[in-house]
């Protein structure tokens, strides 16, 4: 087991440089082709961001760990709202309302989510997460994708640079560590599941989801305390989108999934919706309701190990 810990562990920093190097040599490799830093921002960067989940569980469909897969997305996009985001509006409780003329977009991306949310409920309720939700959550993930593509938004403070041919180097290079840490990270959450008797979706949507979510945590909270509020929300609210309808798209066209309990889908939803507060309310109760959410997801992941009973 320690071996395994070792290696998982190796697995998750693997993930976190790969996708570091990866948005490093497509950003610099986008700007060498005149590519605005706007479009490079809303595909490239949320793309990278999400790069770990998308690795992760397709690997873990592809080889019928279905649980891994979507318990992944699942507690990815709970993280990030309840954990990554409350952590920055707890440092940070007026950086949504300071980010000016990107508060408007930010908002409309906000609604986004909620839609793609709304999606994965009703076809997650109805059980039906199978090749047919797969195909609809990609067609959906395509539209909103150029929607946000054929918009003019302002790109605040993201610094980026372009390399050379070392960029070519730098997506080689991500591309292989994400490979290969998605597969260690994987293979360490089957043997923990089965060494620990803990259901494999228990292990991607809380061990798994965390590590993944990384990326998005040191984007996000760097962003934060450099009062860059928009980069931080829209990167989480870009990858929940990207989570729920891209990787989870292909990850179903790989293997149907089914959901641990409907109250994890209830979980989801109402975390997605608990980002509204943030946009809107004053920065004094923007830091208690981050704290609430903290306290949330304490309870949540204390409740899926058994911890805390269900009334």
Not at 33 to 48: K, M, V, W
Not at 209 to 219: C, K, W, Y
Not at 295 to 300: E, K, N, Q, S, T
Request: charged share 10%.
């Amino acid at each position: 087991m320690i071996a395994t810990f070792v290696l998982f562990i190796i697995g998750v920093l693997l993930l976190v440089k790969g996708a570091d190097l990866f948005v490093g040599g497509g950003s610099g490799l986008a700007l060498r082709h005149r590519i605005s830093p706007a479009l490079i921002g809303s595909t490239i960067i949320a793309f990278g961001t999400s790069l770990p989940e998308l690795v992760v569980s397709t690997s873990a469909a592809a080889i019928g760990n279905s649980d891994i897969a979507v318990g992944n997305v699942i507690g990815s996009n709970i993280a990030n709202i309840a954990l990554v985001l409350a952590l920055c509006t707890l440092i940070r409780p007026g950086m949504i309302t300071a980010s000016g003329t990107s508060r408007s977009s930010l908002i409309r991306y906000t609604w986004l989510m909620l839609v793609a949310t709304a999606v994965f409920a009703v076809f997650a309720f109805m059980g039906i997460l199978d090749v047919f939700a797969g195909t609809i959550f990609l067609i959906l993930f395509v539209g909103i994708l150029l929607l946000l593509l054929r918009e003019e938004r302002e790109e605040e403070g993201v610094e980026l640079r372009s390399h050379g041919w070392v960029d070519a180097l730098y997506i080689s290079l991500g591309l292989a560590a994400v490979i290969i840490g998605a597969q260690l990270v994987v293979d360490g959450a089957v043997t923990f599941a089965e060494a620990l008797g803990i259901p494999a979706f228990v292990i991607g949507v809380s061990v798994v989801a965390v590590g993944t979510s990384i990326p998005e945590l040191a984007t996000s909270v760097v962003a934060a305390a450099k009062d860059k509020g928009s980069i931080s929300v829209g990167n989480i609210l870009g990858s929940n989108i990207f989570n729920l309808l891209l990787v989870l798209g292909i990850s179903l066209l790989l293997a149907p999934a089914t959901i641990g309990s409907p109250i994890d889908i209830v979980v989801v939803v109402l975390f997605s919706v608990a980002i509204l507060p943030l946009l809107f309310a004053r920065p004094r109760i923007v830091r208690v309701w981050s704290g609430i959410l903290l306290l949330g997801y304490a309870v949540y992941i204390a409740w899926i190990f058994g911890a805390v009973p269900v009334v």
